[in-house]
């Protein structure tokens, strides 16, 4: 069955930076559109990036644009998101999840099961 794992988020000091990483099994990787969301407390879940198949197109939310970059290793079947100047309001859990051809906002049916990112002021 489809697996998506995720891994690097901790606890991090406001201005600092983390790089997640989503490791996919169980699926075509090259086929699916990968993307970041993340779900703060008492908050909706919400898309962070998401990155064509091929890496050629990329989407962010504004609030992490020009901070935050999400990036693929196909030959590893691996999605990353490489986060600078942190803010503790992008403290939450972090999940990743893949979409079938194209990107979407709303999200795939597959989601790993997150990992949290906390930043302190």
């Known amino acids: 069955q489809v697996q998506l794992v995720e891994s690097g988020g901790g606890l991090v000091q406001a201005g600092g930076s983390l790089r997640l990483s989503c490791a996919a099994s169980g699926l075509t990787f090259s086929n699916y559109a990968m993307g970041w969301f993340r779900q703060a407390p008492g908050k909706e879940r919400a898309v962070v990036a998401f990155i064509s198949w091929n890496g050629g197109s990329t989407h962010y939310a504004d609030s992490v644009k020009g901070r935050f970059t999400i990036s693929r290793d196909n030959a590893k079947n691996t999605v990353y998101l490489q986060m600078n100047s942190l803010k503790p309001e992008d403290t939450a859990v972090y999940y990743c999840?893949?979409?079938?051809?194209?990107?979407?906002?709303?999200?795939?049916?597959?989601w790993g099961q997150g990992t949290q990112v906390t930043v302190s002021s």
């Open positions: 999840n893949a979409n079938w051809g194209i990107i979407s906002t709303r999200g795939g049916p597959y």
